[in-house]
């Protein structure tokens, strides 16, 4: 899969001050699934080493790039910069874009905004940050800082992968296709959204009779709204729940005590996700509970990633 990335989280030598900020799970884990598009609008606007920048509020609202020893105003340059950049990573198929967080340029809600007298007055999107979440509203995107966060990054991860899918998947989708995978997307996304969930299975019933490419069209940005919602320890613990009942008919009650005391002590954050999945799967497997072996919610993206292992993956 294509992911747009901050050059500078890739290792690239193009800060403000010719560093870098390369970030180990992007470089280390992700780059083991994904072909990256570097992008850095202020190395191309003002090449390295150059003066920082930050943004200022104008007195009619605006925001302009201020050089940070000169004052000069640079937002005409850094715009540019940006728009060619934008040009450049739209011409790829994306799936995603990973940003660098507090950047005048790149953080995503996260850069600071400054009064004229100097005070930070907000924080909100840098110049090309913006842009991107104008011109791809329904693309995966996070920025570094909160991807250290093992929730944040679980959800952006299982994101990233189901856009990718439904991305291919599209390519050659029939109506038959369609109602299988909304199937095995069920669980995933109940743990995102419930009622986009509903929603989304209403449009696969297709009680008005329209045609499959109007269908699609509306499944598919409502699929990719819902992959974009975060899941929550109340939401997955109501899918382990649901899960749990299409094997219990084969436990005893003392297994299926076990299951159930698995899934609270993942609710009270004494155990990590992967444990009850774990039990989940080996029971399926067992018993060929052939629909839930099938859920992505089961393996959403590649087991090495390792991103329900951590107890703190869940809010
Ligand atoms: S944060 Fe963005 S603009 Fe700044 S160095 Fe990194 S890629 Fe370039």
Request: glycine share 4%; hydrophobic share 35%.
């Amino acid at each position: 899969m294509k992911i747009a990335v901050s050059g500078c989280l890739l290792g690239e030598k193009v800060r403000f001050d010719a560093g870098h900020k390369r970030d180990t799970f992007v470089m280390d884990d992700l780059s083991k699934y994904a072909q990256y598009i570097s992008f850095c609008p202020e190395n191309m606007a003002f090449g390295n080493p150059r003066p920082s920048l930050r943004l200022v509020k104008n007195q009619d609202e605006s925001i302009k790039v201020e050089s940070n020893k000169t004052g000069e105003d640079l937002s005409q340059q850094l715009m540019s910069a940006s728009k060619k950049d934008l040009e450049s990573i739209a011409s790829h198929p994306l799936c995603g874009i990973i940003l660098k967080s507090k950047s005048p340029s790149c953080g995503m809600r996260s850069a600071k905004i400054y009064q004229n007298n100097g005070y930070v007055e907000a924080k909100g999107d840098g110049v090309f940050a913006a842009m991107c979440r104008e011109k791809f509203p329904l693309l995966p995107m996070e920025e570094e800082g909160r991807l250290c966060n093992p929730w944040l990054r679980e959800n952006f991860v299982m994101q990233l992968f189901a856009y990718e899918r439904f991305e291919k998947f599209k390519q050659n989708a029939t109506m038959k296709d369609l109602v299988a995978f909304h199937s095995v997307y069920k669980f995933m996304l109940q743990s995102k959204d419930e009622n986009l969930y509903r929603q989304l299975g209403k449009i696969v019933g297709n009680h008005e009779a329209k045609s499959f490419a109007d269908i699609l069209e509306k499944y598919e940005l409502l699929f990719k709204t819902a992959i974009a919602k975060k899941s929550s320890k109340g939401k997955t613990r109501n899918v382990l729940e649901h899960m749990s009942g299409f094997v219990k008919n084969h436990l005893t009650a003392k297994e299926n005590a076990m299951l159930h005391e698995q899934i609270d002590d993942y609710a009270t954050q004494i155990i990590p996700l992967i444990l009850p999945l774990s039990t989940l799967k080996l029971y399926a497997q067992k018993y060929e509970v052939n629909y839930l072996l099938e859920q992505t919610f089961l393996s959403p993206y590649p087991k090495e990633l390792a991103l329900r292992s951590d107890i703190a993956c869940v809010k």
